[in-house]
């Protein structure tokens, strides 16, 4: 009888705050959710921008597959429609299947990997954000955070370095940066802008934080000022080298963020590469939707997250 | 021949973000950083676009800094010679962290021999010959992993050649990339398949270049 209660207990322990089931439900809300917003208002306006702008090429790309005659005038339509959102974010996250609906129907698991992978981000960068104290209880609650994220398991993007040969050593690999250069060095910024608001979060007083953060906004629009020529990436940011104090403070994140973000990068090659057949892209979407949670494969040796 | 000379350390200057460095960055690294450069200068139509498929060497030096905004890497691509004696060539100067600072292309003609990749490209290729030398794994195929051997060749890289490797009536079957190393007699051979993954046979060979056949 002993044995049963205790079994008991830990069962209940385990399920303390932590989602019960495997939906994109994060229930309840962390007291911090979308601290962010508050705070540094501006930052948090370009991210629900980001999420916009990726569900939005996602859709044209579906929507105008195998008809892209002039990829140049494409790319620059796309651009300029994608900057007005950026000049003008939205208040809100915006719900994917309201403006992308076919990207929605056509990656299920993709999607639903990246909704609660965004939301590991966004209530991350709310705990660094307003966290009163800035050592040991910080670090707790990002760590409680994170263990809820895992908890999820179905949805869960594996947190094992792979090697940018899960992004780049496929048959379809490069066909979005080939065909949009501009645009894949904006979703690069992206990136970029992410990974550097952890770092900048990380700073010991609110003023170095909110200097930091406006540095990184400008930095942003630098960024994209003169696309491509002022994006000066050759590769996808790393969030170990862009956010080291970050990174060494929470190890396992910075592989389960860059390990998203190659995910994005495989959707749009998959969505450009005309090597993906049609009918094939719903189930290539799936296959490489469980190879982001496979902690196995394109597993690296040589991770820098782990230096 | 063309020169053409570009400068990036231009974006430096204007004051744009500069992103963050990795120190420590072996020679091997950097000649990976190169291709991924050269990648991208082709894509920006910066170069001619045959490097991404004839690109046949890459070699690195190290050089001489006289202070510390000075390139630390010079990375030279080569395409195979043309029949006119001309060669394709980009230098890349690059600092500590293999981040390109400008680059010189030299122009030329197409190669005598044209490689005719059929899977991966040639810059691919030897991304992916690049990988192994680092040690990691190509896709889930240890052997390069496993070899620590291979480290005396990250850390001291000098160059690597693409070659095809054909079958007795001249098809192609798949793509050699031999490996030279600072402090190592031996050549460090990575045989791969059309399609990037390593060839199961004879993945690697670590060959005395006095046994050559």
């Known amino acids: ?307 | 021949m063309i020169r053409n000379t570009l400068c990036f350390s231009v974006i430096a200057l204007l004051g744009l973000p500069s992103l963050a460095s990795a120190h420590d960055t072996s020679r091997a690294k950097a000649a990976e950083l190169g291709l991924h450069r050269i990648e991208r200068l082709v894509i920006l139509r910066k170069i001619n676009a045959s490097f991404q498929t004839q690109t046949e060497t890459l070699s690195i030096q190290l050089l001489q800094q006289r202070q510390p905004t000075d390139p630390f890497f010079k990375a030279t691509i080569t395409q195979g010679k043309a029949a006119d004696g001309s060669q394709r060539t980009v230098d890349l100067m690059m600092d500590d962290d293999g981040k390109t600072l400008s680059f010189t292309e030299v122009g030329g003609t197409d190669p005598a021999r044209l490689p005719s990749w059929t899977g991966k490209d040639a810059l691919s290729l030897l991304e992916v010959a690049m990988h192994c030398v680092e040690r990691e794994l190509i896709e889930n195929n240890r052997a390069c992993a496993d070899t620590p051997a291979l480290s005396a060749y990250e850390k001291g890289f000098t160059g690597i050649v693409l070659s095809p490797i054909n079958n007795a009536d001249g098809k192609l079957m798949g793509a050699m990339a031999e490996v030279t190393a600072e402090g190592v007699t031996q050549t460090l051979r990575i045989r791969m398949m059309l399609d990037g993954m390593l060839d199961p046979q004879m993945p690697i060979e670590i060959k005395n270049t006095a046994s050559e056949e």
């Open chain 1, 1 to 307: 009888m002993k044995r049963i209660w205790t079994a008991a207990l830990m069962m209940a322990l385990m399920l303390q705050g932590t989602p019960a089931r495997a939906e994109v439900v994060w229930d309840p809300l962390p007291p911090e959710a979308y601290a962010l917003a508050k705070l540094y208002p501006d930052a948090q306006r370009l991210l629900f921008a980001f999420d916009y702008g990726h569900a939005l090429v996602y859709e044209r790309l579906l929507l105008n597959r195998g008809s892209i005659r002039d990829p140049e005038k494409f790319e620059k339509a796309l651009l300029t429609d994608i900057v007005k959102i950026l000049k003008n974010p939205p208040n809100v996250k915006i719900d994917e299947a309201d403006i992308a609906p076919t990207y929605v129907f056509t990656f299920p698991l993709i999607l639903s990997l990246f909704d609660w992978s965004h939301m590991l981000h966004q209530f991350v960068l709310d705990v660094l954000a307003s966290s009163e104290d800035r050592g040991v209880a910080m670090n707790v609650r990002v760590n409680e955070i994170y263990r809820q994220y895992k908890a999820n398991q179905p949805v869960v993007i594996t947190d094992v370095c792979k090697t940018m040969l899960f992004m780049d050593g496929h048959y379809f690999s490069k066909a979005f940066r080939r065909s949009y250069p501009s645009f894949n060095l904006l979703i690069w910024s992206y990136h970029w802008f992410q990974i550097r608001l952890y770092e900048d979060l990380m700073k010991p007083t609110k003023l170095e934080r909110d200097k930091a953060v406006a540095d990184t906004i400008k930095s942003f629009w630098d960024l994209i000022s003169n696309l491509p020529d002022s994006a000066d990436f050759d590769m996808m940011p790393e969030t170990a080298i862009e956010a080291p104090t970050f990174a060494k403070a929470f190890p396992a994140l910075p592989s389960a963020f860059d390990n998203n973000h190659m995910l994005h990068d495989v959707v749009s090659d998959i969505l450009t590469s005309d090597r993906v057949m049609g009918p094939a892209i719903r189930s290539e979407g799936i296959r490489f939707g469980r190879m982001a949670q496979d902690p196995n494969a394109f597993r690296a040796v040589n991770c820098p997250a782990r230096k």
